[in-house]
Nanobody, 119 residues
């Protein structure tokens, strides 16, 4: 079993940037597909981005395409979400998740980190 902890959330002005990190422990990150999700107040959790085991394939929600970049460093057991040109509508709790099968529900989740974008 893998444990995930997110870091890097905070308060930023619109147009600014943040980088979220997701550190894995318990098992090597290279065993897992990694995803980022977010949940805004009063809304359902939504997909943001995901990356395959090696980092060779990524996908993004339309709302963040061109602004966010997902990456991973398996040697550091860490996945990242670089968020640029942030908008107030990006305000949410961001969660990282790990899964073993592409296209299937993620099996492991972090506790989340708050991102707040002020206008």
């Amino acid at each position: 079993q893998v444990q995930l902890v997110e870091f890097g959330g905070g308060l930023v002005q619109a147009g600014g940037s943040l980088r979220l990190s997701c550190v894995a422990s318990g098992r090597t990150l290279s065993r897992y597909i990694m995803g980022w999700f977010r949940q805004a107040p009063g809304k359902e959790r939504e997909f943001v981005a995901h990356i395959d085991w090696s980092g060779g394939s990524t996908a993004y929600a339309d709302s963040v395409k061109g602004r966010f970049t997902i990456s991973r460093d398996n040697a550091k057991n860490t996945a990242y979400l670089q968020m640029n040109t942030l908008k107030p509508e990006d305000t949410a709790v961001y969660y990282c998740a790990a899964g073993t099968r592409w296209g299937k529900p993620y099996e492991y989740w972090g506790q989340g980190t708050q991102v707040t974008v002020s206008s």
